[in-house]
């Protein structure tokens, strides 16, 4: 079968969505994407350049004023639409996300829930945007304060949840009346172009969402930020890209949100009740096979249970099932790629041969495909790399503390602050966490904080800027004040 035929096999527009209508790209340069359960080519679809990005942010720029114009209620009712379609449509999707990225069948059922409901919270919330106004203080004039979209936006978005992070930016975008440019990753842009479809079909205007896919995203993304008619770029990756956006961004003073690296704590005191951790542990670590930034790196454990603990995680994830995503039974998908899977392996052996006990997996699976043994590795000695690193991948490290303030200086001794996770059954010992964890979120008693409804972002350099509830729409939205004279 040639890759033309397994695009079409999947359903999947392969070429670029611009001002409402598909083209190829401008030099006809074509982009494979591989399924990682195997390697294989699976489609093959049109590979923008700088031309096809200039052409992307015309339109959203053509189409800005009527978009802002929209009413706010008819703005939540397309995103409605698309929440619904979504749901009807959610094998299809949920069979590229898989093909594509390779996330077990039911992560990506779950993607699909979590990833629609930014649709249907922002549909909520578009028509909610709302002002204040006062007095001013010497009574000379009225205060009136105003939000208004804050223009074109660039949206880049990772591989990693190649649809929820794609709604989770363009629909707070579209709630507010801003036109995007959506670039996804060049290892799963499949989703985004289907997702184009259904907003195309649910009748979102052209040129308001645009989408190019692209195997240079570097020179793609340089140019479109250095416009100036773009006035708003969102990035969800790596930090060391994220800084690199950021100075770039800087050159036109563009808004930015950036939703950067982790290196997540999970802390277990010795309160803890051990099955909701354990439970919790999966969830925060084996969640999309541990690729995902809230994905917990380190495990802090009272020494007092740290053996029950380790004990009981090596058995549950020896019994995980690893293989393709399509088969109903994995729990664990393959790692996007061998490279993901060689970065896993020198982080595991860096600890082991720093004096870490591998208590279950800890080696490549020697197998067709791009598969890491699931791993739970014991008393990883300081110094470790991965300790300072994000694993990006399914390896729970296990470092064992004596007191509350080493373990709090244990989690915070990192540059990242995405997120914690806290296991206790002492509601003061949780209260005082919220104010020692350097973090952007935590989760108490609970290893999964994502939400729609609930402010997604980091400190430190996990990021700037917040998505998801009200917070999220702020950061689409720009302060107007006028001042009417008496
Ligand atoms: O890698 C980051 C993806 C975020 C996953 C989530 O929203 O839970």
Redesign the pocket.
């Known amino acids: 079968m040639t890759a033309t035929e397994a695009s079409t096999k999947l359903g999947v527009p392969d070429q670029l969505f611009i001002g409402g209508s598909w083209r190829p790209a401008a030099t006809g340069a074509q982009l494979d994407v591989h399924d990682p359960a195997t390697g294989d080519v699976l489609a093959s679809i049109a590979d923008a350049g700088v031309v096809d990005g200039v052409a992307a942010l015309d339109a959203a720029v053509a189409a800005a004023e009527d978009w802002a114009a929209t009413p706010p209620r008819v703005r939540g009712e397309l995103l409605r639409a698309a929440f619904d379609l979504l749901q009807e449509r959610r094998e299809h999707f949920a069979a590229v996300m898989t093909a594509e990225m390779g996330k077990p069948h039911r992560e990506a059922l779950g993607e699909i829930a979590?990833g629609g409901e930014f649709l249907r919270w922002f549909g909520e919330e578009a028509p909610r945007v709302s002002g204040r106004f006062g007095d001013n203080p010497s009574g000379t004039g009225r205060i009136v304060v105003s939000r208004r979209p804050v223009g074109p936006c660039y949206l880049v978005t990772?591989w990693?949840?190649p649809l929820?992070?794609a709604t989770?930016k363009i629909a707070p975008a579209l709630a507010a009346g801003c036109p995007v440019v959506l670039k996804p990753a060049e290892l799963t842009p499949l989703t985004s172009l289907l997702f184009a479809q259904l907003l195309s079909d649910v009748g979102v205007p052209a040129g308001v969402v645009n989408v190019v896919t692209t195997a240079a995203p570097a020179a793609v993304s340089e140019r479109i930020i250095a416009d100036p008619r773009l006035r708003k770029l969102s990035f969800?990756?790596s930090t060391p890209v994220g800084r690199r956006l950021m100075a770039q961004a800087s050159t036109n003073v563009l808004r930015t949100s950036m939703?950067l690296g982790?290196n997540a704590p999970f802390l277990v005191f010795d309160d803890a009740d051990l099955d909701a951790a354990v439970d919790g542990a999966v969830s925060a670590k084996f969640?999309?096979t541990g690729?995902?930034?809230?994905?917990a790196n380190r495990f802090l454990v009272h020494r007092s249970v740290a053996e029950e603990f380790t004990a009981r995680m090596a058995e549950r994830v020896a019994a995980l099932v690893v293989g393709a995503g399509t088969d109903p039974d994995v729990t664990i998908g393959p790692l996007i790629d061998d490279r993901a899977v060689a970065g896993v392996d020198e982080l595991v052996s860096d600890a082991v041969d720093r004096g870490a006990t591998v208590r279950t997996g800890g080696a490549r699976l020697d197998r067709a495909g791009s598969f890491y043994a699931p791993t739970v590795l014991a008393d990883v000695p300081p110094g470790s790399r991965l300790l300072r690193e994000e694993v990006f991948g399914p390896v729970l490290a296990v470092v064992p503390f004596d007191t509350e303030d080493e373990a709090v200086a244990l989690a915070n001794d990192t540059e990242y602050g995405?997120v914690s996770y806290v296991f206790t059954r002492d509601l003061a010992r949780g209260d005082r966490m919220i104010d020692r964890l350097d973090t952007g979120m935590m989760g108490l008693n609970t290893g999964?904080?994502?939400d729609a409804a609930a402010p997604?972002g980091g400190v430190k350099q996990s990021g700037v800027g917040r998505?998801?509830g009200a917070e999220g729409l702020d950061e689409y939205l720009s302060t107007k004040y006028t001042l009417i004279a008496r």
Do not use: H, K
Request: proline letters at 4%; charged letters at 15%; glycine letters at 12%.
């Open positions: 979590y990772p990693n949840f929820a992070m989770r969800t990756g939703e982790g969640r999309n690729q995902a930034c809230t994905a995405l999964l904080v994502s997604f998505e998801g």
